[in-house]
């Protein structure tokens, strides 16, 4: 399954790439909002990781609402430090699929990919 990976931290993006990869995801990764957009035109990635802070909360919201404007069949999930109630509407209209706090959730993430991807495997 692709992933689409959107997080302006370099750092952040590498080892959420490298974790992906090595468990059999094939990943697409995008440092900007704009960035992440072209590679889902390019790519038609079933699934986006977005961090809501792409610099901005602004742009993660952008992103998030673009996505799912342009390409309704991915699935997104929504990585914060934040309060994720904020982000509470956007799971009830079924925009986003789910929200992790970031860094604590990683086998929560992985869980929910894997499951995902079995549907389209």
């Not at 959107?6 to 909002?33: K, S, Y």
């Not at 704009?34 to 790519?43: P, Q, S």
């Not at 792409?54 to 742009?59: G, H, K």
């Not at 860094?103 to 549907?119: D, I, N, R, T, W």
Request: net charge negative.
């Amino acid at each position: 399954m692709k992933v689409l990976l959107a997080d302006d931290e370099p750092d952040q993006l590498i080892l959420r790439t490298m974790l992906l990869e090595n468990c059999g995801f094939e990943t697409i990764a995008a440092d900007t909002c704009e960035r992440a957009l072209d590679l889902a035109i390019e790519h038609h990635p079933q699934c986006a990781v977005i961090d809501l802070r792409l610099p901005t909360e602004n742009d993660g919201l952008t992103l998030i609402s673009r996505l799912h404007s342009d390409h309704p069949d991915i699935s997104i999930f929504v990585l914060t430090g934040g309060r994720q109630s904020q982000l509470a509407g956007l799971l009830e209209s079924g925009v986003v699929k789910d929200v992790f706090r970031k860094g604590a959730s990683a086998p929560e993430l992985l869980g929910k990919l894997k499951a995902l991807a079995q549907g389209y495997g």
